[in-house]
């Protein structure tokens, strides 16, 4: 039996990659919520660490959020990202867990990377202000591992995703990304009869979204590749793995999708004195494809799935959120 820690089982990816792994066999998952293990304390994680006997290691905790959350607190996501990965990394390499899995972003990449991003654009260019503090810890993050690889001869592997949403998303009215802050303002304004919802910019940018489910599929394709497959796609300097759909859409089509599937049958306005943001951005995903992954999810069905489960746990998430 394997025991197989991950790290922030209740965010996002956490919960996807516990749905998918219970399906497995051989595996015993090995979880501890906030009040049980504060991954921000050295001691407590080297405790842990030092108490169970862990075969493999998912790192998906980390401090997220949109725009408004990484600009308000840019110290408090450098600091907590920073120490998390380090905690977790260290720990497990003291304790000789050998296989590992960094969960990473894709804004690790330059503001004015070429499209679509391939994964030697990173450190190649300045990094997107907003969130640099965010992007530092991951890019850090990356550089942990495959410093462990080459000093220790660890497997510690990385993966990039594009922008991810689904079920277990953030649904904070400040904090919460593009999908689930729309999800959220549409569904109201179907319930209330609204006759019209404002959209920031021109609608015009675009964007690639994967479903979280896909996440967590993707993650644990590129857990079990063999040592030699990972290692003859990889470099020991250049080891992260891009994670998304290969495709994109115009906020313009997303925005009319998620109307659709809301139920919204008033009108959609384009504040256009708001910004755009970066025109494109996108993965290079033909390394994950040359593993042998695809994604499975449209974004029409994953949009569905998600507003779904939101409209489940529309209660439960309005009472965390108040």
Not at 35 to 48: A, G, H, P
Request: contains cysteine; aromatic residues 10%; neutral net charge.
């Amino acid at each position: 039996m394997k025991n197989v820690f991950i790290a922030g089982h209740k965010g996002m990816v956490g919960a996807a990659l516990v749905k998918h792994l219970e399906r497995e066999s051989g595996i015993k998952l090995v979880m501890r919520n906030r009040n049980e293990l504060d991954l921000t304390s050295q001691k407590d994680v080297f405790n842990f660490f030092s108490k169970n006997s862990i075969d493999e290691v998912y790192l998906a905790a980390a401090k997220v959020g949109g725009i408004y959350a990484n600009n308000t607190y840019p110290a408090e996501f450098i600091y907590n990202n920073l120490s998390i990965e380090a905690n977790i990394i260290h720990a497990a390499h003291l304790n000789n867990v050998q296989k590992l899995l960094f969960l990473g972003s894709s804004c690790i990449y330059p503001s004015r990377a070429q499209q679509p991003i391939s994964e030697n654009a990173l450190l190649e260019g300045p990094l997107e202000p907003t969130n640099e503090p965010y992007a530092i810890a991951k890019i850090a993050g990356i550089k942990l591992c495959e410093s462990y690889n080459r000093q220790y001869g660890r497997d510690y592997r990385s993966v990039m995703p594009t922008n991810l949403y689904g079920p277990n998303d953030n649904f904070h009215p400040q904090n919460s990304h593009v999908i689930p802050a729309l999800l959220q303002r549409f569904y109201k304004a179907a319930r209330h009869g609204d006759s019209e919802v404002v959209a920031w910019g021109t609608g015009a940018p675009m964007r690639e979204f994967l479903h979280v489910d896909d996440m967590a599929s993707a993650c644990v394709h590129v857990m079990n590749l063999s040592t030699e497959v990972y290692q003859t796609f990889t470099q020991p300097t250049l080891s992260h793995i891009n994670i998304g759909t290969g495709k994109d859409c115009s906020i313009r089509e997303l925005v009319e999708t998620i109307a659709d599937i809301t139920g919204f049958k008033g009108n959609i306005v384009w504040d256009k004195t708001k910004p755009d943001g970066a025109p494109r951005k996108l993965l290079d995903v033909s390394l994950l494809h040359s593993l042998g992954w695809k994604h499975s999810y449209s974004l029409k069905t994953g949009l569905k799935n998600a507003f779904e489960w939101y409209v489940q746990n529309k209660n439960e998430l309005d009472k965390l959120n108040k």
